[in-house]
């Protein structure tokens, strides 16, 4: 028979290993399932310097080993596995996943939600050289230096508003002539002298793959096709993130960006009514922060929360 796992963890970033930690404490044994992105964004993160603790910062790739080696301390365990299904009507719980079938009386979902890129080679090489998705964890390092984001709607506004507490100029990039964002925050962006709008620009290409960091952005014209380069230190990216809930479309409520609703933080529910055993943490139920303290926070929540549904059980 297949063995029924007191708690499955969905996830093996901030918030996925702050629950194996606290699971593993508590005596439950959790088994991690990593994903297709093990570690999460903070693997793809170079210095991370607000994390309490840290004065003077430590590379996200560290942090989050560090976070599974006290997690494997305690008696977590560890799959390289994605999920590919999942049965919440059924008690236990039936996931199938890349390594099999698992069963399991809770789960916690903490499989975060991951950045939209342009997807042009150059970019990708640059991740944590100089492009970013997260202007509140990079903006620091480019304090002084001219800079890009992309992106047309309020999350590109709010991103580009707040880099200027740090860049010399900021670029902001779209690919249309009008821009989706809120009238407010486009007013708010228009009237600060640190940002130039271009409009009907694409980004061809991320100078500096050869030095390791961003140098400029070669451009292209919308319109005419023509080209032009603008000199940058950083690339930030501002069109959103994609919660990884898909497997859970129709058996939790979703809103229409398609991440997880909670109540209280980290209960799922189902048609307004809380889901017994199942909890979801970090980014893949949070639109609004995506920091890794708050993701650790509600990763805590979720495993106490576990905790007391299994001793209410009688485990």
């Known amino acids: 028979m297949t063995q029924v796992q007191d708690t499955v963890i969905l996830g093996s970033g901030c918030s996925g290993l702050t629950a194996a930690i606290y699971t593993a404490r508590a005596g439950f044994k959790p088994l991690v399932l990593e994903g297709h992105e093990p570690g999460g964004q903070l693997s793809i993160t170079s210095l991370v310097e607000n994390f309490p603790g840290w004065p003077d910062g430590i590379q996200g790739p560290e942090l989050i080993e560090n976070m599974k080696k006290q997690a494997a301390k305690f008696g977590a365990t560890f799959q390289l596995a994605h999920l590919n299904a ?83 100029k900021v670029t902001l990039l779209h690919r249309r002539d009008a821009f989706r964002a809120s009238k407010i925050m486009l007013e708010r962006v228009k009237e600060n002298p640190k940002i130039e709008l271009r409009t009907n620009s694409t980004v061809d290409e991320v100078l500096g793959v050869e030095d390791k960091s961003v140098k400029g952005l070669k451009l292209r014209d919308t319109k005419d096709g023509s080209t032009c380069v603008i000199e940058v230190d950083g690339l930030f990216l501002g069109i959103g993130h994609e919660p990884n809930a898909k497997a859970f479309a129709g058996q939790l409520d979703l809103d229409g960006d398609g991440y997880i609703k909670t109540q209280n933080n980290v209960f799922t529910t189902l048609n307004g009514e809380v889901v017994p055993g199942v909890f979801a943490s970090g980014d893949v139920q949070d639109r609004r922060y995506r920091q890794a303290i708050t993701a650790a926070g509600t990763g805590c929540m979720a495993a106490l929360e576990v905790e007391k549904y299994l001793e209410e059980q009688g485990r």
Do not use: N, Y
């Open 86 to 168: 999942v049965d919440l009507s059924q008690r236990p719980i039936k996931l199938t996943t890349s390594a099999g079938e698992i069963l399991t009386r809770t789960l916690i979902i903490a499989s975060g939600a991951s950045a939209r890129w342009l997807g042009i080679p150059s970019e990708q090489a640059l991740i944590g050289h100089g492009v970013s998705s997260c202007a509140t964890c990079d903006g620091f390092f480019f304090r002084g230096k001219p800079i890009a984001v992309v992106g047309g709607g309020d999350s590109a506004m709010e991103e580009a508003l707040f880099l200027t507490r740090f860049a010399s």
